[in-house]
Every structure is written in structure tokens, then in C-alpha cells.
């Protein structure tokens, strides 16, 4: 059953980077770009999780590539409010 629930979420993690991608491809803001990647990072995380995990998600190979895509979602969020500064 976990299996199943962590293919559930690499296929939502991925699904959402390719909306994102497709938002970027209409509007080439970076934002879309940055977040799509961040996804994608997530997805490959719990990728590895299903693979290779063992029910042991508390490793900490886990957690750097999770920490990789929340730090992307992060810069794109502060990336994007100081741009919006930067226009008034």
C-alpha cells in the first residue's frame, strides 16, 4: 500500500512541473521555471523513497534533495517579490 501512495505522489509531484512548465512556456517568468524544477526534485525524492527507502525515510540522503526543492520554492517566492519591487 505505501508503494502505491508514494507512486501516487511522483505522479502528482511531476504533473504539477509540467503545469508549471507549461505556465512558464506562456509567460517565460522564472518563477514558473524555478517551481517546476522544484517539483521535479521532489519527484525524483520520492522516487528514491519508493526504490530505495525500506521504510526508512528518516536517512538523511533523503532529505537533501526535499530540502533542495524547498529551498527552489523559496528562492523562486523571494526572487519574484523582489522583481515585483523592483517594477513600482
Known amino acids: 500500500?505505501?508503494?502505491?501512495?508514494l507512486g501516487a505522489i511522483v505522479m502528482a509531484s511531476a504533473v504539477a512541473g509540467l503545469l508549471?512548465?507549461?505556465?512558464?512556456r506562456d509567460t517565460?517568468?522564472?518563477f514558473f521555471a524555478l517551481f517546476a524544477f522544484a517539483f521535479w526534485v521532489l519527484a525524483a525524492n520520492w522516487t528514491g523513497i519508493a526504490l530505495?527507502?525500506?521504510g526508512q525515510?528518516?536517512?538523511s540522503l533523503?532529505?537533501?534533495?526535499?530540502w533542495l526543492g524547498f529551498c527552489l520554492i523559496v528562492a523562486a517566492i523571494v526572487d519574484k517579490n523582489r522583481g515585483a519591487r523592483g517594477r513600482g
Open 28 to 30: 517565460h517568468d522564472r
Open 62 to 66: 533523503f532529505y537533501l534533495p526535499r
Open 57 to 59: 525515510e528518516a536517512r
Open 52 to 54: 530505495f527507502g525500506d
Open 20 to 24: 508549471f512548465v507549461r505556465a512558464w
Open 1 to 5: 500500500m505505501i508503494e502505491f501512495i
